[in-house]
């Protein structure tokens, strides 16, 4: 099967900060990039206070980095394509020689995004 990685994303991890009130801060730390391939997996609308807010989720395939590697893409860190933001759901090896990462995602909607 025939890959197309391009796409390059950066790989971000969450830092929390305290912030002197007894809360944190939470910061994105990049750690560096990957070139992947985006498919979709699904889309659909949720029903919020604001109004329906679309929901995209994806399956980003890129070549596997080791589990005790830092750029290792783990749920909770977050993959950015240009504007574009992706959580991450979950991750594994999608195949068994191990070379490559499938990364399943949500893309984030925009912060201050149109009504």
């Known amino acids: 099967m025939s890959r197309?990685?391009?796409?390059?994303?950066?790989?971000?991890v969450p830092v929390d900060?305290?912030?002197?009130?007894?809360?944190?801060?939470?910061?994105?730390?990049?750690r560096g990039a990957l070139w992947c391939e985006i498919r979709m997996r699904s889309g659909?609308?949720?029903?919020?206070?604001?109004?329906?807010?679309?929901?995209?989720?994806?399956?980003?395939?890129?070549?596997?980095?080791?589990?005790?590697h830092d750029a290792r893409p783990w749920p909770g860190h977050r993959m950015l394509d240009g504007p574009r933001t992706f959580v991450i759901d979950a991750?594994?090896?999608?195949?068994?020689?191990?070379?490559?990462?499938?990364?399943?995602?949500?893309e984030m909607p925009e912060a201050g995004g149109a009504p």
């Not at 609308?45 to 929901?55: H, N, Q």
């Not at 989720?57 to 890129?62: A, D, N």
């Not at 991750?91 to 949500?106: N, P």
């Open 4 to 12: 197309t990685f391009n796409r390059r994303m950066t790989h971000q």
């Open 17 to 30: 900060t305290a912030d002197g009130a007894g809360g944190f801060v939470r910061t994105w730390v990049s």
């Open 44 to 68: 659909s609308l949720k029903a919020t206070e604001f109004g329906d807010t679309a929901r995209l989720k994806v399956r980003i395939l890129t070549h596997a980095v080791p589990s005790d």
């Open 91 to 106: 991750v594994h090896e999608s195949d068994s020689a191990g070379r490559y990462l499938t990364i399943l995602a949500t």
